[in-house]
């Protein structure tokens, strides 16, 4: 029982500081303006680009070249 209060009284302290830090994130982040949001969001993921990329702005000689391909037949 005395490890239960325990263990129940570090959960209570953890949870109280992730509270703090979410608050203070928050804080920040309505600091930071709009257009700092969208570069954060783009650059999560260790320098990845996260944006769905324009399926229109794809090169259209591949495609061309995969049609008449496929018209050979």
Not at 22 to 27: I, N, Q, V
Not at 51 to 60: G, V
């Amino acid at each position: 029982m005395a490890e239960n209060e325990r263990l129940r009284k570090k959960a209570e302290l953890l949870n109280q500081e992730n509270q703090q830090l979410l608050s203070e994130l928050k804080h920040r982040l309505s600091q930071a303006g709009p257009s700092n949001n969208n570069n954060n969001n783009n650059n999560n993921g260790g320098g990845k680009n996260n944006s769905i990329p324009d399926l229109n702005l794809t090169n259209c000689s591949s495609s061309k070249n995969a049609s008449s391909k496929s018209k050979k037949k």
